[in-house]
């Protein structure tokens, strides 16, 4: 009943800008937070930036100052606004959404995205 659809994602050089979305779709009550991860093969998953439905914002201290996230409570969507990319930023994006409450689900659960490629050069 809940799915999270990406976009955005593809090639840009260091020190351009991406903006990655991320649309959470069902029947949806309620949000409690979204956010992004990202994954480099070899390492382990890492946390990007979350946002609360409040709107107080969490993120990784490599990216702090460059990326924002902003976030649409009423269409349940999520962004990362990706500025001063390194080639360090290079990997696959997910979008992930907390405690959701969606009909036709017991109780609260989190989903997650697909995974959008990001890919900076040098």
């Known amino acids: 009943q809940v799915q999270l659809v990406e976009s955005g994602g593809g090639l840009v050089q260091a020190g351009g800008s991406l903006r990655l979305s991320c649309v959470a779709s069902g029947s949806i009550f309620s949000i409690n937070a979204m956010g992004w991860y990202r994954h480099v093969p070899g390492k382990q998953r890492e946390l990007v930036a979350t946002?609360?439905?409040?709107?107080?914002?969490n993120y990784a201290d490599s990216v702090k100052g460059r990326f924002t996230i902003p976030r649409d409570n009423a269409k349940n969507t999520e962004y990362l606004q990706m500025n001063s990319l390194k080639p360090e930023d290079t990997a696959v994006y997910y979008c992930?959404?907390?405690?959701?409450?969606?009909?036709?689900?017991?109780?609260?659960?989190?989903?997650w995205g697909q995974g959008t490629q990001v890919t900076v050069s040098s």
């Open positions: 992930n959404a907390k405690g959701v409450l969606a009909k036709g689900v017991l109780g609260r659960h989190d989903y």
């Open positions: 946002i609360s439905s409040g709107g107080m914002t």
